[in-house]
């Protein structure tokens, strides 16, 4: 089992990145109904298409310093 486990890994690893993705999350979600899982899975969900819509140039990055500077402004 051990020797499958490995073989499926390798194989999985020659992935493109989003059908890696695709399949972590699939993966995740075959573990239990466990909302912790769900929320983690989510959470990936959105990391992935945040990236994506960086890469595409949809969107501009922003410095968390900066960010928490606008936020510490704002309750100011």
Known sequence: ??????????E???????DRANLARVL?????DSDDRANEVEWAEEAERRCEEIKAG?????????VFEEARARLK
């Open 1 to 10: 089992m051990a020797e499958a486990v490995k073989n499926l890994e390798m």
């Open 12 to 18: 999985a690893l020659k992935l493109a990145e989003k």
């Open 28 to 32: 995740l979600l075959s573990l239990g």
């Open 58 to 66: 949809r969107v501009e990055a922003v410095a968390s310093e900066q």
